[in-house]
């Protein structure tokens, strides 16, 4: 599995940033590994190396205890964000998949962090909607089906505290955004989340050539 997963960085400049960066320790191997093996040609959906680990250093500098994921496959991302939170944080996971969460359960006891960590199966904007409307997200995290993301945001920016950062994946959508071409219902789901947060006078929103995009929303 890749550490550094960017489409957008020439292969050298990228292997070079992967060599001067942290890699995966052992656990978060032996997980990439697991993915790829029980999750076939869906384990691209994992994030690499260095996104996890950029996540993990956000929400420790930050100081968040309270995070929420919408889209958790086997685990990794929400790993990253349970390990930078601390002992003392809690992180709600959102996934439909009882299969691939399974993995995601097992290394996280293995990590230590399974009892900061609430597994919901189900619709994710269920999920949500149920929780209180008020403030109460330091972090968030959303890597699931596109055509909700614009759901997923306005549900979840009143969510979250002053200051609270709101990450989501895959917002370049492989560049098809930028073609006038492409019209599929994910990148046009992309396209409106994109020009909603860039838009919004909520937030400060900046989208990042990481991986296949991340956006980096934080509440004003």
């Known amino acids: 599995m890749p550490a550094n997963r960017s489409q957008y960085v020439e ?4 292997e ?6 942290t890699p995966s320790d052992a656990l978060q191997s032996e997980l990439q590994a697991e993915t790829e093996k029980s999750t076939g040609a869906f384990s691209g959906m994992q994030i690499g ?4 680990n950029l996540m993990e250093m956000i929400a420790r500098a930050m100081g968040a205890t309270r995070a929420i ?16 939170m601390g002992p003392r944080g809690r992180l709600l996971c959102c996934d439909v ?3 691939w ?3 995601a359960r097992a290394y996280w006891e293995r990590a230590g962090v399974s009892d900061r960590i609430e597994l919901r199966i ?18 968030a995290f959303v890597d699931a089906d596109k055509t909700s993301y614009p759901d997923y945001y306005e549900e979840l920016i009143p969510r979250m505290r002053r200051g609270g950062l709101l990450l989501a994946d895959n917002t370049l959508q492989s560049g098809r955004v930028a073609d006038s071409a492409a019209d599929d219902p994910s990148t046009i789901a992309i396209r409106t ?10 937030v400060e929103v900046v989208l990042l050539p990481i991986g296949d995009g991340v956006s980096f929303v934080q509440k004003l």
């Open 101 to 103: 969460t399974q993995i």
């Open 122 to 139: 189900g619709p994710a904007i269920d999920t949500i909607r149920s929780l209180p409307a008020d403030e109460s997200f330091d972090f």
């Open 49 to 52: 190396t260095d996104q996890a």
């Open 69 to 84: 994921e919408i889209g958790t496959f086997t685990g990794f991302s929400a790993l990253a964000i349970a390990r930078g």
């Open 11 to 14: 292969p050298a400049v990228a």
């Open 193 to 202: 989340f994109n020009d909603r947060a860039a838009s919004d006078s909520r």
């Open 97 to 99: 998949s009882e299969e």
């Open 16 to 21: 070079y940033s992967s060599e001067h960066s």
